[in-house]
């Protein structure tokens, strides 16, 4: 590989990490099964609270 090839590849590859920092995801991040059933249990628990009050 020349030398000119060599730069062009190292160039498209930081070109090419700069672009995904800019575009970040939209998707919301995963929750494990474990931390979304603990997050309901927390949440039935407040709604029951609230509603004795």
């Keep these: 590989m020349n030398r000119n090839a060599k730069i062009q590849k190292l160039y498209d590859k ?7 920092k800019l575009n970040t995801s ?5 929750i494990c099964k474990a931390d979304r059933a603990k997050m309901e249990e927390e949440n039935s628990t407040e ?7």
Excluded at 14 to 20: D, I, Y
Aim: glycine share 0%; no cysteine.
């Design 14 to 20: 930081r070109l090419k990490s700069a672009r995904k």
């Design 47 to 53: 709604e029951s609270s609230s509603k004795t009050s």
């Design 26 to 30: 939209s998707k919301p991040r995963y």
